[in-house]
């Protein structure tokens, strides 16, 4: 809502009646307590001092006033006490002694108590530790004998870069091993078998065809 000169009058004579800017608020109807305020703030007038002031201490309630206690009674006189003639006193009886010590009770069992651990093993406490379990001592390790049949042969452990690698036999036989001869320079075999392992291709022309397959089965080209 605007503010029109009819409304500012009405704000400017009720500020100067000291009404609060709530109460001018609501008579003013359509603005809030903060725009009475940032108006007059704007119009210049005059700031009216705080009803609370900062150094003033609030009183404290005064403490209900004490019923005065009532006044102690005067002690009574104590009545005279007659003393009666002594009484004689017969000696105690001796306590029965039992002919056997009572038997003392066993006593009751603790609970175990058993922790389950994840998984569903059980965990076990103080008292079901065992001992360590000495470790065993170490295996004498016994070379393998070789074989009687490859014995004065190269086997696969024996080759290097100077030994013919040409397998003789076949792998699953016992006598199975190597060439052993010293190999061709820039070949890993001998003279002998580099010329099985790498031989020259003849002329297309001069070629021989392949043997056919058994049993007559398609030849692969």
């Known amino acids: 809502m605007s503010w029109t000169d009819e409304r500012i009058d009405q704000l400017k004579a009720m500020w100067e009646r000291g009404l609060t800017a709530s109460q001018i608020a609501d008579e003013l109807g359509g603005v809030s307590r903060n725009a009475v305020i940032g108006k007059a703030h704007r119009l210049g007038l005059q700031s009216r001092p705080s009803p609370v002031k900062a150094n003033e201490v609030p009183k404290k309630a005064a403490p209900p006033a004490r019923k005065p206690a009532p006044e102690a009674e005067a002690p009574k ?21 039992s002919a056997a010590p009572a038997a003392e009770a066993p006593a009751a069992p603790q609970p175990r108590i058993i922790s389950v ?13 065992q001992a360590p379990i000495p470790p065993a001592p170490p295996r004498r390790l016994v070379p393998a004998k070789p074989s009687p049949d490859i014995a004065g042969k190269t086997s696969l452990l024996d080759l290097t870069e100077r030994i013919c690698k ?56």
């Open 77 to 97: 006189p104590a009545a005279p006490v007659q003393h009666a003639a002594p009484t004689p006193v017969r000696p105690a009886a001796p306590a029965p002694v």
């Open 117 to 129: 651990g994840p998984g569903g093993f059980l965990r076990q406490g103080p008292g079901d530790q």
């Open 166 to 221: 040409w397998p003789m036999g076949h792998p699953g036989e016992p006598d199975f091993h190597f060439c052993g001869e010293a190999v061709n320079p820039g070949f890993p075999y001998c003279v002998e078998h580099c010329g099985r392992a790498y031989q020259a291709q003849l002329p297309r022309g001069t070629r021989r065809p392949p043997p056919p397959l058994p049993f007559g089965g398609p030849r692969v080209r």
